[in-house]
Every structure is written in C-alpha cells, then in structure tokens.
T-cell receptor, first 113, second 114 residues
Framework: GAGVSQSPSNKVTEKGKDVELRCDPISGHTALYWYRQRLGQGLEFLIYFQGNSAPDKSGLPSDRFSAERTGESVSTLTIQRTQQEDSAVYLC???????????FGPGTRLTVT | AQKVTQAQTEISVVEKEDVTLDCVYETRDTTYYLFWYKQPPSGELVFLIRRNSFDEQNEISGRYSWNFQKSTSSFNFTITASQVVDSAVYFCALSDRGNNRLAFGKGNQVVVIP
C-alpha cells in the first residue's frame, strides 16, 4: 500500500516568511508524528497526534511552530517567521499507535535564506 | 528520562566484513521498546526491527542480527558479510510508556568499501 507522503519535498524560503509542510499518513494509522533532523544529527521529536486526543506538543521548539491534524488523516506543520536555524529536514511518521513501529515519509528539506 | 547513546559516529568496513553497531539506552520504565532504523543516502528512514523490553531473545533476519541485553542496557546490531548497499546511517531508538515520542541516538554512519 501507499506509504507516508510529504509535500513539498524541498522548500526554500526567505527569513521571516511563514511555511506550511504537509503530511499524508498511511491509511488506517491513528498516530502521527513530526520530527526534525538537522544536518548530520539525529531526529528531534516535535509533536504527536493520536486520534481525537489532545496532541503532545512538548517537542515544539518555540511558539512559531504549530501543527494541525484533520481527524486521522492529513497533518500540516506551520512555521511562522522562519529563522535560519529552522533549516532542516522535517520528517513525518505514522503508526497504528504507540508503541508500534513508526513509518517515515521522505521528508521536506527546508532551507531558510 | 529517555536517552539513547550510539558512541561510534562513522564506521568504515571493507565489503564482506562484519560490522557491529552499539546502542546503549537509559529509561526509568520497566516496559519499553527498542528500534533500529536505516537511513540510506536517499534520506528516507526504513524500519528494521522492534523489540519489547520483556523479550530478550536475540533475532536474526538474513544478514542482520540483534543482541538485546537488559543487564547492560544494550541493543546492538550486527551486519554480517557487509555489502555496499548497507552503506547508510543506522539509528537506534527507544520508546517508553512515559513518552509518546521515539528518542533517537545520533546514528552510526556505516561506509562499506568495495
């Protein structure tokens, strides 16, 4: 079946602009996660959605970051007033639920100039 | 608190050699889950294995094997008879009951030289 998809695959933006990143999880997966991977680094957790429960936002680095999810489908990660330190690959993953394995999308490479 | 340590940053091996990647974890929970992921140069993370804390059996899948030892809080990964296609970054990760996230190690860059 189809895997996790993300769009756009690459995004170049100017400092101070807002960006929206999209994630389509695997159908039937109730849990959705966003991670950030800076160059040469491991993955940093950003946010977790599970069904209709309140999301776990504990990993969001600042109030410029927010995310939404529509039911058990698409999620959007929004970064407002982008800064150069936001440059990274943003990865989305979905799973049936904790603690099942997470399946990752190809990521969105964000470059802030 | 969760923590995963992968001490070796880059490992180079000649094709057909074996390579072992070390993973040491920390958690206060008695129930937890350990994972290994592969990130090839294309960038997409590929799930390799999940182990539960209450199942210490080692596992073999083709040329891959995993050694889980609770006594030393380690979950090591061995690639036998390495191939060029094994060149990638390998991440160890931990999930415990107290957190919804996966805590990742910094990764091991494996370079297989033909």
């Amino acid at each position: 079946g189809a895997g996790v998809s993300q769009s756009p695959s690459n995004k170049v933006t100017e400092k101070g602009k807002d960006v929206e990143l999209r994630c389509d999880p695997i159908s039937g997966h109730t849990a959705l996660y966003w991670y950030r991977q800076r160059l040469g680094q491991g993955l940093e957790f950003l946010i977790y959605f599970q069904g209709n429960s309140a999301p776990d936002k504990s990993g969001l680095p600042s109030d410029r970051f927010s995310a939404e999810r529509t039911g058990e489908s698409v999620s959007t990660l929004t970064i407002q007033r982008t800064q150069q330190e936001d440059s990274a690959v943003y990865l989305c993953a979905s799973s049936q639920d904790r603690p099942y394995e997470q399946y990752f999308g190809p990521g969105t490479r964000l470059t802030v100039t | 608190a969760q923590k995963v340590t992968q001490a070796q940053t880059e490992i180079s091996v000649v094709e057909k050699e074996d390579v072992t990647l070390d993973c040491v974890y920390e958690t206060r929970d008695t129930t937890y889950y350990l994972f290994w992921y592969k990130q090839p140069p294309s960038g997409e993370l590929v799930f390799l294995i999940r182990r539960n804390s209450f199942d210490e059996q080692n596992e073999i899948s083709g040329r891959y094997s995993w050694n889980f030892q609770k006594s030393t809080s380690s979950f090591n990964f061995t690639i036998t008879a390495s191939q060029v296609v094994d060149s990638a970054v390998y991440f160890c990760a931990l999930s415990d009951r107290g957190n919804n996230r996966l805590a990742f190690g910094k990764g091991n860059q494996v370079v297989v030289i033909p």
